[in-house]
């Protein structure tokens, strides 16, 4: 379970998580959307303990991430598919995570071919186009087998085939009874994998509730997004 | 702390930039042949003559070849972004850290160690018995110093690790190491006496002669530490810079 306590950070004069509450809970996918600078990726590195909040909290399973002795097992994440050395090869990548967090090599070939970069793990991740980093980034996520997983854009890049896999990794994690946070921009993919949907705007809770809930009033959930969000598409204003 | 140790070591060993580090700082061994063969052929042709130590006139070649190596292996993580994935494994900043110190230590130690020895030993071995300056001590003697060398190589490794991790930067990093072994001494060396052997005297690169009982150079004569103390404060660096990039690594976002 993730848990959002009146989370608030600010960079400079910018208020990118305002006083945001919310909880995503096991057993299903929660969609997080917003517009672009809305505060996602800002609220799941405070998640992460990244970023430090300047008020609140953001806890995982009760506690403090950094509180997390081999934290790969509880968490996994994957928020910068880019953020990789790029010449180390996607085996070593994911071999230098692994034995941080006691995982062993086997864990490492199994997630390597789950995702289906089994064929170049020994090629420089460097070299690989972006659907395949997309895909190196959740083989990370998944390497400790944790129950709570949070996925910042994984669609981005992925080939029709990826974005299809995505969704069925996503609905299969969620029914294992884990906890699944994403973020997407495409609403009609989003309506096909989550259950749940938590939107923010500027940095607030805008809704959180389940697509049947959203879609009821509307003809579909990216009419509801944005009828919900009209108001708070406003990039990088100081507020 | 050995899981993210061994971590470390296999981040270390699986980029290419670590073999560069290395690779340049034992170019010092071939020059060093060079070197040493060219004397030779002046003291064949002239009898004798006074030239400078193969392991001490290249020394500065392996001090910034690894001191890149220990600036690398931080300020290359935030570069790139890496830094945020580590830190998700390894959540405990002082630890990650620790962790890259002690392995960026034992590597740049054990590199320049192996690299400073074979020189200073293979010139002694082409030199022979020809007078040539720096071989008129025993092979044995001439010992500590190497390995006092060797040890200003690792502690500057950790003081560019620290000092990136202090300014996230690698040009910052290089630039702060590069300061501390060869502008600051500089400047240290054209104060008025006896300022400038004072102040030289806690200069990195000198720490070296102090610690193992030499003079600092003709001109500075020599320094005020006894080897003890030099010892402290070439450890006394690494520290320091350690200790700065660890609070700032602890409480920046990263
Ligand atoms: N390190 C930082 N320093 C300064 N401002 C930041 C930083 N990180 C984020 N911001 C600002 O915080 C706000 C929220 O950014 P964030 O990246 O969290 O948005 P997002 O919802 O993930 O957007 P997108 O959909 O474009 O990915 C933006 O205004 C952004 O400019
Ligand atoms: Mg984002």
Redesign the pocket.
């Known amino acids: 379970m993730i848990e959002l306590r009146q989370l608030t950070?600010r960079?400079?004069d910018?208020l990118?998580?305002d006083e945001l509450s919310f909880r995503v809970e096991p057993g299903h996918v929660t969609g997080f959307l917003?517009?672009?600078?809305?505060?996602?990726?800002?609220?799941m590195?405070l998640v992460l303990g990244l970023?430090a909040p300047t008020s609140g909290q953001a806890l995982v399973n009760g506690g403090r991430y950094a509180d997390l002795r081999r934290p790969l097992h509880e968490v996994g994440a994957l928020l910068d598919a880019g953020a990789v050395h790029p010449g180390r090869s996607a085996y070593n990548h994911l071999m230098c995570l692994a034995l941080s967090n006691d995982i062993g090599a086997r864990r490492v070939a199994q997630v390597l071919e789950l995702v289906g970069l089994s064929g170049v793990a020994r090629k420089k991740a460097g070299g690989f186009s972006l659907g395949m980093k997309q895909r190196l980034g959740i083989a990370a996520a998944l390497l400790g087998d944790p129950g709570v997983l949070m996925f910042?854009?994984p669609v981005n890049g992925l080939d029709p085939d990826g974005v299809r896999w995505i969704r069925g990794l996503m609905r299969g994690l969620a029914e294992e009874g884990r906890t699944v946070l994403l973020?997407s921009?495409l609403m009609s993919e989003m309506a096909l994998t989550a259950d749940r949907i938590v939107i923010?705007g500027r940095?607030r809770l805008v809704a959180d509730a389940t697509v049947a809930e959203l879609t009821a009033g509307y003809p579909s959930l990216e009419e509801a997004y944005m009828a919900l969000t009209a108001s708070s598409v406003e990039?990088?204003a100081a507020r | 702390m050995r899981a993210v140790l061994a971590s470390e070591w296999l981040k270390l060993r699986s980029v290419g930039s670590t073999g560069y580090a290395v690779g340049a700082a034992a170019l010092t061994i071939v020059l060093g042949i060079v070197w040493t063969l060219y004397v030779v052929s002046l003291a064949d042709a002239r009898g004798s003559i006074r030239a400078a130590a193969p392991e001490e006139g290249f020394l500065p070649l392996v001090q910034v070849s690894l001191a890149v190596l220990g600036v690398l292996a931080i300020t290359s993580e935030q570069a790139d972004g890496m830094l945020r994935t580590s830190l998700a494994a390894v959540p405990r900043r002082g630890r990650l850290l620790f962790a890259k110190a002690a392995v960026v230590g034992g590597v740049t130690l054990a590199a320049s160690a192996a690299v400073l020895i074979a020189t200073y030993t293979i010139s002694r071995l082409i030199a022979g018995d020809r007078a040539l300056g720096f071989n008129d001590i025993g092979l044995l003697d001439g010992l500590p110093t190497v390995l006092a060398s060797a040890l200003s190589v690792a502690v500057l490794a950790l003081v560019g690790l620290g000092l990136g991790a202090a300014t996230r930067s690698t040009a910052a990093g290089i630039f702060s190491v590069v300061s501390l072994l060869f502008v600051l001494p500089s400047v240290a060396a054209y104060l008025p006496a006896p300022w400038n052997t004072r102040v030289a005297s806690i200069m990195l690169p000198n720490l070296v002669p102090q610690i193992a009982g030499d003079r600092l150079s003709r001109r500075l004569g020599d320094g005020v530490l006894p080897p003890w103390a030099a010892l402290l404060v070439l450890i006394a660096y690494g520290a320091a810079a350690l200790l700065a990039g660890y609070l700032v690594l602890r409480r920046r976002?990263a």
């Open positions: 950070k960079y400079g910018t990118a998580v917003g517009p672009n600078g809305a505060g996602k990726s800002t609220s590195r970023d910042d854009e973020s921009h923010v940095g990039y990088g | 976002d």
